[in-house]
């Protein structure tokens, strides 16, 4: 029997008849490196993307273990958004449709909380939902996890990016200490390694099994190109081109020094496009704005230093261009290398002088391989593209007693928004920002501003580059 049939593995006989009748039969790579340790009762750390097959494996492992004549929450699976949330509990449920009676309810910011209650009351075994939701029910005392067993993170990095870090610790304070901790995140950037994930999993998760599937970025997923250019007078035009014919959603242009990265982010402004300067000159509060809205795409290109980029979580990144070819070789490795992650593909282009002749030759030293210039593409669209989503800033923050669940949940409420056209929140301490669709922006804005947020009307602007 192959390793990789579900058939190896030691399920219910209930669910493994189920999985042969959805066909089911050899696990996907995911599946096969997670489900034998999570069956184990084994804590597991998974990097696992939308389609990977990672909810069959979390939910196999949620329903092996399950009691169903135990009428108790068992298993918890927190989602970023509500979307996904219905997503998963659909899922689960046609896992566990050969089991008897197991009830799967969610439990998402957006949807009327009466007829929540009303269903609590009524038991569950498995609850999905959003983690301001849950937070909530928590908070009220209308929803127990004393006899948790199982906790689900299910695309962690995004519930990070949307600021859920601390609605995400008061649950967890509120399950038993010895359950099992599941965590899938799409994404593991060094930076999310060192920093949010290392934050969300400290004294979380009880020395667990990382599965790593995704291949990093390499040379086969960066595709780089070097541009003639015929002068210095020529470089900011030929980035302008660049920038039409390629039109990525995200990008960073690397300058050698701060006076240009201010000049060509101005530039670009000027020529319709969004840009945002970075550079070591800007204030703290400034920088933030920077990052915030660049990180929720709210600003499709950013114009930094390599000093101002340096620790920068951007891993979603579709091109990176050198307006000059960096003052230190090594360097440059590290620019291209911000694109192309996890997997994902990118592009590299890098502006050449006449001058710039003996720097290319050296860099084709420092790489290894023969680097050889052509001609700049033609721009078939001449108008500048706009990012897809636009931020709005709320007056009020975490002095407020202000959390992304609120926020969400306003915007989500009855005639809202969907819970997809709502991106990042990131809530600081007197303020708020939060990304949604560019086409949904003025109908957020008037909502926020007709409804209240824990009881008050908090000023809502719009944020402008």
């Not at 009691?67 to 699976?77: I, K, N, S, T, Y």
């Amino acid at each position: 029997m192959s390793d990789t049939s579900f058939a190896s593995l030691a399920l219910p006989h209930a669910l493994a008849t189920n999985l042969d009748s959805l066909g089911y039969h050899a696990m996907t790579p995911v599946q096969a490196q997670s489900l034998p340790p999570m069956l184990a009762g084994r804590d597991v750390l998974a990097q696992a993307k939308t389609g990977s097959g990672k909810t069959a494996a979390f939910g196999l492992a949620l329903l092996a273990g399950l009691r169903v004549e135990a009428f108790d929450v068992q298993g918890l699976v927190l989602c970023p958004t509500r979307e996904l949330a219905d997503q998963v509990a659909e899922e689960l449920r046609r896992l566990a449709r050969g089991m008897p009676n197991v009830k799967v309810l969610t439990l998402c910011g957006g949807a009327p909380f009466g007829p929540q209650l009303g269903s609590l009351e009524h038991g569950a075994h498995i609850v999905v939902g959003t983690p301001g939701r849950i937070e909530e029910h928590l908070r009220k005392g209308s929803l127990a996890l004393s006899v948790l067993t199982t906790l689900v993170l299910d695309e962690a990095d995004r519930m990070l990016d949307m600021g859920f870090q601390a609605s995400i610790d008061a649950i967890i304070a509120d399950t038993p200490a010895k359950r099992q901790t599941l965590l899938f995140s799409a994404t593991f950037p060094e930076e999310q390694v060192s920093g949010g994930l290392a934050a969300m999993t400290r004294g979380v998760m009880r020395d667990p099994v990382t599965v790593k599937v995704a291949e990093a970025h390499d040379a086969t997923t960066i595709d780089q190109h070097f541009y003639t250019v015929a002068n210095e007078d020529a470089r900011f035009a030929a980035l302008k081109t660049l920038l039409l014919a390629k039109r990525p959603t995200s990008s960073v242009v690397f300058c050698n020094t701060k006076r240009e990265t201010q000049a060509v982010a101005d530039g670009l402004n000027d020529a319709g496009f969004s840009a945002l300067a970075l550079n070591g000159d800007l204030e703290q509060k400034d920088r933030d704005r920077v990052l915030i809205l660049f990180a929720n795409q709210s600003a499709s290109i950013l114009v930094a230093t390599d000093v101002a980029a340096r620790g920068l979580d951007i891993a979603e990144l579709d091109a990176v261009f050198n307006y000059q070819i960096a003052r230190e070789l090594e360097v440059h490795v590290h620019r291209v290398g911000r694109t192309g992650r996890a997997g994902a593909s990118g592009v590299a282009c890098t502006l050449v002088t006449p001058q710039d002749t003996y720097r290319l030759e050296r860099l084709a030293d420092v790489l290894g391989e023969p680097l050889t210039t052509e001609a700049l593409p033609k721009a078939s669209n001449s108008a500048p593209f706009e990012p897809p989503m636009a931020t709005l800033q709320l007056a009020g923050g975490k002095k407020d007693k202000l959390r992304p669940g609120d926020i969400l949940g306003a915007l989500t409420g009855e005639g809202g928004l969907r819970g997809d056209q709502v991106g990042k929140i990131k809530v600081l301490a007197r303020s708020a920002y939060v990304a949604v669709e560019r086409s949904a922006i003025q109908p957020a804005q008037a909502k926020l501003e007709r409804d209240k947020l824990k009881g008050r009307a908090f000023k809502v602007r719009r944020v402008r580059y």
